[in-house]
């Protein structure tokens, strides 16, 4: 039987699973899915609202 293919541990999943690694793409995902996955458009000019208290 080939038990190291079939990750049955859970010390086995736990070494292998998403995040024990470098993450190049997926560690930006919950950014771009914040941002609507916006690319290359330029950033609207911001307002400056002159209220002195």
């Known amino acids: ?3 190291r293919t079939v990750e ?3 010390k086995g999943k ?3 699973t998403t995040g024990t690694g470098r993450m ?3 560690k ?3 950014r ?3 941002n609507g ?3 290359g458009a330029t950033a609207k000019p911001k307002t ?3 209220s002195s208290a």
Do not use: I, N
């Open 37 to 39: 996955f916006r690319e």
């Open 14 to 16: 736990r070494r292998k």
């Open 28 to 30: 930006t995902v919950a």
């Open 48 to 50: 400056s609202t002159s």
């Open 1 to 3: 039987m080939l038990y």
């Open 32 to 34: 771009r899915f914040k």
């Open 8 to 10: 049955w541990s859970e």
């Open 24 to 26: 190049r793409y997926l």
